[in-house]
């Protein structure tokens, strides 16, 4: 198994642009999240699913987009990069249970200019 | 709101001694809670959850403690080796939502 899988690993972006973070996951997994990681503010939740076609908000969601077409993807988008979306940008997947172990995918650091 | 807050201030410690690394929690009261490790460029690793009815939970050098009263949660390394250097985050679940503290970062020295 690839686990959970992020593309790109580095961007970098035009204050303004738009543009799609990909995560995919083989693990058959219900449940799929975004977060970011700041210097000094720890991870915070951006988006999550709970099962294809179900998303929901987390703690910073605000200038972000997602979608769950199938169990396997779960891409976010940023519809009109800012800088203070500069940040590194993880994925992370489980099966339905709250306790259960939660897979976290390589990243993607973002810059926005 | 709930908060979950650790030390962020780095910790160093020498080879083969014990590493002990704090999370607190305030305004709620979690079921449970989750440490992970992270290393420089890399996302978290799950490495352990401790449920509150469990106060102590044990995993190779790794031992997680759950304290209720004190509203914390001490995580120790035993025989600490420089391999063990790393960000060490403790989490919780309220519901679908993981919330993560800010991380304490270990750094084990030979």
């Known amino acids: 198994n690839a686990g959970v899988t992020q593309t790109p690993k580095f961007q970098v972006l035009k204050t303004g642009q738009s543009m799609t973070l990909q995560c995919a996951q083989d693990m058959n997994h219900e449940y799929m999240s975004w977060y970011r990681q700041d210097p000094g503010m720890g991870l915070r939740l951006i988006h999550y699913?709970?099962?294809?076609?179900?998303?929901d908000q987390g703690e910073v969601p605000n200038g972000y987009n997602v979608s769950r077409s199938t169990t396997e993807d779960f891409p976010l988008r940023l519809l009109s990069a800012a800088p203070s979306q500069t940040s590194v940008y993880f994925c992370a997947s489980r099966t339905s249970g709250n306790t259960d172990t939660q897979y976290f995918g390589p990243g993607t650091r973002l810059t926005v200019l | 709101s709930q908060k979950i807050e650790q030390n962020s201030e780095a910790l160093n410690i020498q080879e083969g001694k014990t590493a002990t690394l704090t999370c607190n929690y305030t305004?709620?009261?979690?079921?449970?809670l989750q440490w992970y490790r992270q290393d420089p460029g890399r996302g978290p690793v799950f490495l352990l959850l401790i449920r509150e009815n469990e106060k102590e939970k044990r995993k190779e050098r790794l031992k997680v403690t759950f304290d209720t009263t004190l509203k914390q949660s001490l995580f120790h390394i035993t025989a600490s080796q420089p391999a063990d250097s790393a960000t060490y985050l403790c989490?919780?679940?309220?519901?679908?939502?993981?919330?993560f503290g800010g991380g304490t970062r270990l750094m084990v020295k030979p």
């Open positions: 305004n709620y009261s979690p079921a449970y």
């Open positions: 989490a919780n679940n309220a519901g679908n939502m993981l919330t």
């Open positions: 699913s709970v099962g294809a076609g179900i998303t």
